[in-house]
């Protein structure tokens, strides 16, 4: 069974840092897609950043390049999403999904960061 499981959510003031865990398991994860994706109150979830745990080919949303970085371990069969300088519009909930476009989701983790 596919599963995927987010953490790291939590509150912060704007300028800070998180950092969100994806931990899967079910799957090869050194073959994957995986990505971040978030979705705030009355929006569209979005794409927020993609890593492919083959060739290390990454994407990231231009509302989040040069503040998010995004990575793996493969040892650990887990993608991270690194958020720095945050802002009061990056509050969201967010999911890491598998595939491209996404096939599983996991459970989302609440960001909320305060001005």
């Known amino acids: 069974e596919v599963q995927l499981v987010e953490s790291g959510g939590g509150l912060v003031q704007a300028g800070g840092s998180l950092r969100l865990s994806c931990t899967t398991s079910?799957?090869?994860?050194?073959?994957?897609?995986i990505g971040w994706f978030r979705q705030a109150p009355g929006k569209e979830r979005e794409g927020v950043s993609y890593v492919s745990s083959s060739d290390g080919w990454t994407y990231y949303a231009d509302s989040v390049k040069g503040r998010f970085t995004i990575s793996f371990d493969n040892a650990k069969n887990t993608v991270y999403l690194q958020m720095n300088s945050l802002k009061p519009s990056d509050t969201a909930v967010y999911y890491c999904?598998?595939?491209?476009?996404?096939?599983?989701w996991g459970q989302g983790t609440q960001v909320t960061v305060s001005s």
């Open positions: 079910g799957f090869r994860f050194s073959d994957s897609v």
């Open positions: 999904a598998k595939g491209l476009p996404p096939e599983h």
